[in-house]
């Protein structure tokens, strides 16, 4: 937050030092909002135990599934056309374009997703994806983890990135059965907003062990989430394994609430550089 003082002594002052004051004043203000949180990004005390770099021009099926239609917002335009995932120069693309084949499917838009379910979930460690957003009106890319041993929402939701439309910031979300059924007053709170280089690469993810998770974008700490035990089990589902969701959806009742998606704005989507999975290295006894 910006902290601007002006003190003015002895009553009305010349407009030149008036200026002089404002331009001082506002500089130093500038200053202050310096971001002075701990960098996150090295992978020091790390130890990576789980990738993919794309480095193949097909996806890894050991690794990756396509993610599939289904009536959620999020899901009610995936579809398995080859056109809208490929890999080119170790960059996964997911790509959502107008639906050109309405006599045989009806959703006005065709998205690809790829999700680990039944093939790869882990607990606790870093996460770190980088990615780059192709941006348009109705444009809903995610990268998200949901648990493995639960049915939605008591699994526990881990949502590292959603953008909407043109915008300069993402979200960041926990979601479980205690924020959505149980909590009313958003406490522990539960998402927030960081911004982003919005047309250029950026790097999400948190820091997740038994007690707290941290979100990060671009290496700096943006929300922490922590387990509060009196609060019960439902406000803590993070105790077991997840899985990774990378999403390309359009449309959709959140995404759509500035205005309608834009068919002009297509083909559009979300190119993923890689996905990395860390966790701590144990530390040296004496």
């Keep these: 937050m910006k902290n601007t003082r002006y003190a003015f002594e002895n009553g009305i002052r010349p407009i030149a030092l008036l200026l002089a004051i404002f331009a001082i004043t506002f500089c130093h203000a500038e200053e202050v909002v310096t971001d002075t949180s701990p960098d996150r990004s090295s992978s020091a005390g790390w130890e990576l135990i789980w990738s993919d770099e794309f480095e193949s021009d097909r996806l890894d099926e050991v690794k990756w599934g396509r993610c599939e239609r289904g009536t959620p917002d999020w899901m009610n335009t995936m579809s398995d056309d080859p056109r809208l995932l490929k890999i080119e120069d170790g960059v996964l693309h997911l790509i959502g374009i107008v639906n050109d084949k309405k006599e045989t499917d009806p959703a006005p838009y065709l998205t690809a997703g790829v999700t680990s379910k039944g093939k790869y979930a882990f607990q606790y460690g870093k996460v770190q994806i980088r990615a780059r957003l192709k941006s348009a009106q109705g444009a809903w890319p995610a990268l998200w983890m949901m648990g493995a041993e639960k049915r939605w929402p008591g699994c526990g939701e881990i949502d590292l990135m959603e953008h909407l439309n043109f915008d300069d910031k993402i979200y960041q979300t926990v979601h479980s ?80 609430r500035p205005g309608p998606t834009n068919p002009d704005d297509y083909p559009a989507g979300m190119e993923v550089d890689w996905v990395r999975v860390y966790q701590r290295k144990p530390s040296l006894g004496r």
């Design 177 to 256: 059965k205690y924020t959505v059924n149980i909590d009313k007053t958003n406490t522990p709170r539960k998402g927030s907003t960081a911004p982003i280089n919005r047309d250029d690469w950026n790097t999400y993810g948190c820091e997740w062990d038994a007690d707290t998770l941290v979100f990060t974008v671009n290496g700096r700490a943006t929300l922490t989430y922590p387990r509060v035990s009196k609060k019960g089990e439902e406000q803590w589902p993070f105790n077991q394994p997840f899985y990774f969701l990378l999403s390309m959806q359009v449309g959709g009742d959140w995404v759509n």
